[in-house]
């Protein structure tokens, strides 16, 4: 089995009203290459005419945002003319690559009814051949993602991206990035065959797990050593993990701002090219 590095608690972060935890990067781990942020928004509840997500029009370049969503919408908007409001269960897949302008804000309905609301944002990042592809965006609501029964029903795996079980994933990736969502029941017990050279990304989103013989808990990322195929996970409570893996790019990562390329040269380039107007218009 593959043994564990370390487990980082995310850490309080919270944007205006909207309660945030950000498991990645932290004080102790910068990222797990590819893998780069998360952010953990919620769980809480929104009263009747709230004012919904903060995130108004902001760009982004070099990477890809991946966006799930546990409860409550995302109205999504971008520069190159997609709109879409996704409801829970459901994920939003953009590719920011060369350079767009987006926000994510909650419905109308949403603002108006309030509800329940939990959102994971994650950033993966992409190798420099890929930093500059057109941006593209994939609004998928539950419905779209493939579902797998696994542990004789006791555990229900939803493919977003990559192939699990046999079952091909709502999305192929640009650069082989497999991702999926995973509800368990106390006492499921699962175990996947991923190759040691692959980075794992593991976040228990709720409730507690045992992988690999250690104990883990919501909000919480564990990181392993390269140095084995198999993944052994038991379920202690009913239980909610964000499971996935990738290549390391290996490559250099600078970050600034809304932008992650490979030099500050090119960071400096990106922002040069959104003050004129190549990111589109909003």
Do not use: C
């Amino acid at each position: 089995m593959r043994t564990i590095k370390a487990q980082h608690r995310a850490v309080s972060a919270p944007i205006a009203d909207l309660t945030t935890y950000r498991a990645l990067p932290t004080p102790a781990v910068a990222h797990l290459d590819p893998f780069l942020f998360l952010n953990h928004h919620g769980p809480q509840v929104y009263r009747l005419g709230n004012r919904g997500l903060p995130f108004g029009p902001h760009p982004h370049r070099g990477f890809e945002t991946v966006t799930f969503i546990l409860a409550g919408d995302i109205m999504h908007q971008d520069s190159s003319g997609h709109q879409s409001v996704i409801e829970a269960g459901g994920v939003q897949w953009m590719t920011a690559g060369s350079g767009l302008i987006h926000s994510e804000i909650s419905s109308d309905h949403f603002k108006q009814t309030g509800g329940d609301l939990e959102i994971l944002q994650l950033w993966v990042n992409l190798p420099a051949r890929l930093k500059m592809t057109p941006p593209h965006y994939q609004g998928l609501q539950k419905a779209d993602i493939p579902e797998v029964a696994l542990a004789d029903g006791r555990a229900r795996l939803q493919a977003v991206s990559g192939t699990w079980a046999g079952q091909a994933g709502a999305v192929q990736s640009l650069a082989d990035v497999q991702l999926a969502t995973i509800d368990l029941e106390a006492g499921a017990v699962l175990n996947f065959s991923i190759p040691a050279e692959r980075t794992i990304f593991f976040y228990t989103i709720r409730g507690k797990l045992r992988v690999n013989d250690q104990e883990t808990e919501a909000r919480t990322l564990t990181e392993f050593h390269h140095d084995g195929d198999n993944l052994h996970i038991e379920a202690l409570t009913d239980a909610v993990l964000l499971l996935g893996h990738a290549l390391p790019f290996g490559e250099p990562i600078v970050a600034q701002g809304p932008f992650v390329m490979n030099t500050e040269q090119e960071i400096q380039q990106a922002y040069q090219d959104y003050r004129a107007g190549r990111f589109g218009t909003w």
